[in-house]
């Protein structure tokens, strides 16, 4: 079947740098997508990896290791706007993407 | 200002009754996409459509139809609602189908 894990939920500090992991297991891959969610309103696309390696993009990094199913979303100098769900997608062989449940993430200061 | 719009933003409705949620985009993208979101849950693919005039069946489609006359327009359909289709419902458009893809705001809908 398809999958994707991501943890429920993680806690940061301020200025701090906070890596969310996602592993996937999809039928075909065409790519990884992140985005973020603040409460109550729509998700906002972050970044898509379909190459492995990282891709840097001003505070968010995200890596791709095809080969594991894995991919995580680094944050750097972590805002207290930056407190959002974060929610990995992988696009499947018919190119429909399959959502993890979201990581929220709480800033502390 | 650009963008994909969606009516109503919230809506309490009776159970039985048939409702159809709006979805309008001026990006000109050709695919178009109907989200689901419940708690503790992925977003779950309800219907889509790749260009005007085709429609498919995404990973939750009982009790959902959908119609894509134009380009723009993307309304979807609950033919008799039940309680369980209380959720929070997304529609989303992208250019291609390996592309970001934008979101509407959201419509909050209650089945009771």
């Known amino acids: 079947g398809q999958n994707i894990d991501q943890p429920t939920e993680m806690t940061a500090t301020e200025g701090a740098i906070v890596q969310i992991n996602c592993t996937y297991q999809t039928s075909g891959f065409n790519g990884l997508f992140w985005y973020q969610q603040h409460a109550g309103e729509a998700p906002t696309f972050l970044s898509y990896?379909?190459l492995d390696g990282l891709e840097e993009k001003g505070r968010f990094s995200s890596f791709l290791s095809r080969s594991k199913g894995y991919s995580y979303l680094l944050l750097k100098e972590l805002q207290m706007k930056d407190s959002a769900s974060y929610l990995c997608?992988?696009?499947?062989?018919?190119?429909?993407?399959?959502w993890g449940a979201g990581t929220k993430l709480i800033i502390k200061p | 200002i650009a963008g994909i719009t969606q009516a109503p933003t919230s809506q309490i409705l009776a159970a039985g009754r048939r409702m159809t949620l709006r979805c309008t985009q001026d990006?000109?993208?050709?695919?178009m996409y109907w989200y689901r979101q419940d708690l503790g849950l992925g977003l779950r693919l309800i219907h889509y459509?790749?260009?005007?005039?085709?429609?498919g069946k995404g990973e939750v489609p009982d009790g959902y139809s959908v119609s894509r006359a134009n380009t723009d327009d993307f309304p979807l359909t609950l033919a008799s609602a039940v309680p369980s289709q209380t959720s929070v419902y997304f529609c989303?458009?992208?250019?291609?189908?390996?592309?970001?893809?934008?979101f509407g705001q959201g419509t909050r809908l209650t089945v009771v």
């Open positions: 990006m000109r993208h050709n695919a």
């Open positions: 997608a992988s696009m499947d062989s018919n190119y429909q993407l399959i």
């Open positions: 990896n379909v």
């Open positions: 989303a458009s992208s250019d291609r189908e390996n592309t970001e893809a934008f």
């Open positions: 459509s790749n260009t005007a005039g085709t429609t």
